[in-house]
């Protein structure tokens, strides 16, 4: 149980950087309406943002990460269920990987 | 509107959210395992989950972790992941106006996604008790919190070693998230130029956070600019 104070001090970033969305939120958007343009981007981000993660750690892989990310987005659009997809495309990710 | 504020309501909201704690099992094992692969201890990882209470931000800055804790990568990381929770805020704001003091400020707190969907649902069915939000969150909150010190536990017992291909599960989080974020063909561009810019200017930047806000910028960016070009944005 130890407490390294950078590691309390990059927690505590995080905390602050999260609250300060969630509060801006209800005391800044509420009265300032953005315009159409902030709206669009702001609603590509979660999207775009998960891509941009996902795609480095896929290509890294090589083949067997491709394996994977479609075997999570094929269970994931047949089922709707995330603890399945995750499972399939983890076995199916380590399957491939296995075989190489 | 009349927006109350009572334990039934709080009560409905815990009740109403149970179900949905199954959902962040999955998401909160992947956290812990992955606070133990990166060196946090026990006490680091249930701090962290505790007030940042925000998975997919964690996962993010759990996976570029290094020692020491890299304190600007971390907060930029919660910074782009999270900003969606600004877009949650106005349509809370009837409820949050109604409470005061600490039940206030932790209903803001405690603003995430299946909490946010919840309460829409229920101010549609006409219902406005305030209280029905913390007692959804703070359902999630305790949920979230108790899986990811058991994941941590899990990653201490099983010690599995760096680029496991259990690891795998952490970019999994996102891929499989990605199908209900899809709103259709105009997302293609928009995702494809962010794959195309994280992937491009990775090898250049210091820090892999960084091409990750890149990606999404630039992807952002040409998404808002198409749909606003000519007037007035579709959708």
Redesign the interface.
Known sequence: MSLDPVTLAAILGMALATFACRASGYLVLRRVQPGPFLRAFLGHVPGTLFVAFAAPAVVREGWPGFVGAAATLLVMRATGSTPLALLVGVAAFWLARTLM | MRVIATGAGFRRGARATLPLTV?L???GL?VGVLAQAQG?????QA??SA????G???I??L?FWTD?????S?????????????????S??PW?DALKGVRKWAT????VDHAWALAIAEMRAGRHDALFYLGSAVTLWSAWLATTILGHALGAVVALPRGH??F????????????????GRG?AA??A???A???GV?PLLPN?AL??????V????A???R??AGG??Q?
């Open positions: 959902g099992v999955p998401f992947v946090l201890s026990a006490l680091e701090l962290m007030l940042v209470f925000a997919s931000s964690q993010l800055a996976e020491p804790a890299p304190i600007a971390a907060t930029l990381a919660a910074l782009a992941v999270n900003v969606r929770f600004a877009l949650m805020g106005p809370l704001a949050i803001v707190s405690a603003i291909p259990l795998f599960a952490a970019p999994a989080c996102f891929i499989a998230l990605l199908v209900p974020i899809w709103r997302d928009p995702w130029i962010a794959a810019v994280s992937l990775g892999p091409a990750v806000v890149s990606g999404a630039a992807g952002s960016l998404g808002a600019l749909e606003t007035a944005g959708r």
